[in-house]
């Protein structure tokens, strides 16, 4: 792929207005675009379908975490939404994750859509040892973190949602070649971490082996939204190889 491709913006904003004007202008210069919680909850799933029908793709960022059919059965309202990648907590367990792929596989083939990437969050980027600790997890966050990549390939899972830091251990674990790793918690040298606590430059991120990148603030609080992706795909491209 190249650098565009793997660049997904994330629409992290309040309204659905906003969110298409940051469609509009960055059509053709990223790859992809999230919606997570706080846009799906202001404008629920039309503003999935209206992005989808513009011809764009989206990544449904909801980390689904609920007992196994519950999350079986909003992984097929994902897929007929038409996204092309959503996501699950790991922590959910092996039951939760093979259940939602087994079901969105055969809902996907019994209605002729094509199956989403399915992908599971393992540590999140804002999180650090004391953030474990507080929830009685007294593993090294980056083993941690490879345990459940390990579990989520186990259970058929299309790769894992992981900081920059974890990158290439998780690379250097998993067996599957196409298991995708896709990393928030990128930001450019000039950029505030804001509230991510591990993280990485763009080029950084490309080089440690991730498939895609998740940008939200340093490019839709921009003054500027579509120079900034273009500075950040830019960079993205001169570590491909």
Do not use: W
């Not at 989520?152 to 949602?161: I, L, N, P």
């Amino acid at each position: 792929m190249k650098g565009k491709e793997k660049l997904i913006v994330a629409l992290d904003v309040p309204t659905a207005r906003e969110a298409r004007e940051l469609v509009i202008a960055l059509r053709g210069v990223v790859g992809m675009f999230k919606v997570g919680s706080q846009l799906f909850t202001e404008a629920g799933p039309d503003i999935v379908r209206e992005i989808v029908r513009s011809g764009e793709s989206v990544f449904l960022d909801l980390k689904f975490h609920d007992i196994p059919n519950t999350v079986a059965a909003a992984g097929v309202e994902a897929m007929r939404l038409g996204v092309s990648i959503f996501n699950i907590h790991a922590a959910g367990g092996s039951e939760m994750m093979r259940q939602t792929v087994a079901t969105v596989s055969e809902a996907a083939t019994a209605e002729g859509r094509t199956r989403p990437a399915i992908i599971a969050v393992t540590v999140l980027t804002s999180a650090n040892a004391t953030t474990l600790s507080e929830v009685e997890i007294c593993a090294d966050l980056e083993k941690h973190a490879v345990a459940l990549a390990l579990l989520s390939e186990a259970c058929g899972m299309d790769g894992v949602v992981a900081s920059p830091l974890e990158i290439e251990v998780v690379r250097a674990s998993v067996q599957r070649r196409n298991f995708l790793v896709v990393t928030p918690g990128v930001r450019p040298a000039d950029s505030s971490a804001h509230d991510q606590k591990r993280i990485m430059t763009p080029g950084e991120a490309i080089l440690a082996g991730a498939d895609y990148l998740v940008v939200g603030r340093p490019i839709i609080k921009a003054k500027d939204p579509v120079r900034a992706a273009e500075d950040i795909v830019r960079e993205m491209s001169r570590n491909l190889t």
